[in-house]
């Protein structure tokens, strides 16, 4: 049981917008910023979206990051067969003397 | 650009101590955060532990009693030991650049395989 809340799968049809939320508590989203990493099928996971909603160097403008309380959301825009891959969400958790936490990731599926 | 290799042995046995080592080249290893993160077989990811630069450690409550991380500044390596291992430490094993509360971890190594046999 992962300390913050994905949905096991998301899918869409190329072009569509598709969102993958990310659900936690006052200890981690609600008091620290949200990470989002992709892990394309056989290879390490890549930073998507940092401090909330910024994008590093060389993310499309298509991925985008947002949050709102104790939950975030991950977005993609115009999307693409390339985009097939699972998707954390990550964030500091005050608790037990600070630690990082993962939601258990959603696999995204396009049609 | 930063680049992440984790090395050592891929099968450990029950009981004993897994040792693995990530080599840093492309970048300093001086004023940043390292980290270990394990994915167990079709699972999601774990963070392990962070090491800082001045030699600050901080493990996952879950690992705390088991994982020690150095670091080895002139050989830009930082390691990780963990005792007493069971096949629920079979993993992919990845070291990672950043884990302070504030930052991400952005750049990764490709990953180290690690089985634990009984």
């Known amino acids: 049981q992962s300390v913050l809340t994905q949905p096991p799968s998301a899918s869409g049809i190329p072009g569509q917008r598709v969102t993958i939320s990310c659900s936690g508590s006052?200890?981690?989203?609600?008091?620290?910023?949200v990470n989002w990493y992709q892990q394309l099928p056989g290879t390490a996971p890549k930073l998507l979206i940092y401090g909330d909603s910024q994008r590093p160097s060389g993310v499309p403008d298509r991925f985008s990051g947002s949050k709102s309380g104790t939950s975030a959301s991950l977005a993609i825009s115009g999307l693409q067969s390339g985009d097939e891959a699972d998707y954390y969400c990550a964030a500091w958790d005050d608790n037990l003397d600070g630690h990082w936490v993962f939601g258990g990731g959603t696999k995204l599926a396009v049609l | 650009q930063v680049q992440l290799q984790e090395s050592g042995p891929g099968l450990v046995k029950s009981s004993e101590t897994l040792s693995l080592t990530c080599s840093v080249s492309?970048?300093?290893?001086?004023?940043?955060?390292w980290s270990w993160i394990r994915q167990s077989p079709g699972k999601g990811l774990e963070w392990i532990g962070f090491i800082s630069y001045s030699g600050v450690t901080n493990y996952s409550p879950s690992l705390r009693s088991r994982a020690t991380m150095s670091l080895h500044t002139s050989k830009k390596q930082f390691s990780l030991k963990l005792t007493s291992v069971t096949a629920a430490d079979t993993a992919m094993y990845y070291c990672?650049?950043?884990?302070?509360?504030?930052?991400?971890?952005?750049?990764w190594g490709q990953g180290s395989l690690v089985t634990v046999s009984s």
């Open positions: 990672t650049r950043g884990g302070s509360g504030h930052d991400s971890f952005d750049f």
């Open positions: 006052s200890a981690n989203i609600g008091s620290n910023t």
């Open positions: 492309g970048g300093s290893i001086n004023f940043f955060y």
